[in-house]
C-alpha cells in the first residue's frame, strides 16, 4: 500500500532564515505530487504541484520555491522565511483523481 | 485561487443526529472527493463520486454527486464524538495530467454528548 512521509511534523524558524521541508511517497511510482498550505482554521491553498521529476508548476507568486529531485521525493524551500510564511504544510500525491495527504508539517516563523 | 462554496461552515450537533452538509460551485466538476480533517493532522480522504447523480456510501456516511455536476452533499447518520473535525470537499473540473483539485472553505463539526 501507499503511504506519503513529512518531516519535520514541527518547525520554530526565525524570520530570514532558510527552510526546506520534505515529503517522500512509497508504493506507487510516478505520482504527482503537490504542496499546500493551510492558514490556521481556513482552507487549503495548492502552491506547488509536479507530475514527473524536475517539473515543477507554481500556483501562486511567493517567497517559496520546489524541487522534484527523484520520482517519490518533494521538497518546499525558502531562502529567506517571512512571518507570512507561517501554516500547516501538507504533501499530497495522487494517482488519478484522487489526492492523499501527508500528516503534514507545523511552521511557526517568529 | 478558486473555492468552492460549502456550508455551513459549522455545526454544533448531539451524539446520535443526523448531519448534512452540501458544496456548492459555479463550475463543472467531474470529481468529487469528501475529506475529514482531525486537528493537527493531514486530511482523509473518505468517499469519492466520478458520476453526476452517483450515490455512493461508506459506512455512516453517504455523499452524492449533484445531477447538474455543480453540487455535491455529504449526510453523516447517527453521529458520534469521533466525528469531530473539519469536513471538505473538492471537485476536479478535468481530467488533465495534474489532477489538481479545487477545495471547499470547509464545515466545523462538533459533536455533544
Known amino acids: 500500500s501507499q503511504t506519503i512521509h513529512q518531516w519535520p511534523a514541527t518547525l520554530v524558524q526565525p524570520v530570514g532564515s532558510p527552510l526546506s521541508l520534505e515529503c517522500t511517497v512509497e508504493g506507487t511510482s510516478n505520482p504527482n505530487l503537490y504542496w499546500y498550505r493551510q492558514a490556521a482554521g481556513r482552507g487549503l491553498q495548492l502552491l506547488f504541484y509536479s507530475v514527473g521529476i524536475g517539473q515543477i508548476s507554481s500556483e501562486v507568486p511567493q517567497n517559496l520555491s520546489a524541487s522534484r529531485p527523484q520520482d517519490r521525493q518533494f521538497i518546499l524551500s525558502s531562502k529567506k522565511l517571512l512571518l507570512s510564511d507561517s501554516g500547516f504544510y501538507l504533501c499530497?500525491?495522487?494517482?488519478?483523481?484522487?489526492?492523499?495527504f501527508g500528516p503534514g508539517t507545523r511552521l511557526t516563523v517568529t | 485561487g478558486q473555492q468552492l462554496n460549502q456550508s455551513p461552515q459549522s455545526m454544533f450537533i448531539q451524539e446520535g443526529e443526523d448531519v448534512s452538509m452540501n458544496c456548492t460551485s459555479s463550475s463543472i466538476f467531474n470529481t468529487w472527493l469528501w475529506y475529514k480533517q482531525d486537528p493537527g493532522e493531514g486530511p482523509v480522504l473518505l468517499i469519492a463520486?466520478?458520476?453526476?447523480?452517483e450515490l455512493t456510501s461508506n459506512g455512516r456516511l453517504t455523499a452524492q454527486f449533484g445531477i447538474t455536476r455543480k453540487d455535491s452533499f455529504l449526510n453523516i447518520s447517527a453521529s458520534i464524538p469521533s466525528d469531530v473535525g473539519i469536513y471538505f470537499c473538492a471537485g476536479q473540473g478535468n481530467t488533465g495530467t495534474a489532477s489538481k483539485l479545487t477545495f471547499g472553505t470547509g464545515t466545523r463539526l462538533q459533536v455533544t454528548l
Open positions: 463520486l466520478y458520476k453526476a447523480g
Open positions: 499530497a500525491w495522487s494517482g488519478l483523481a484522487e489526492q492523499y
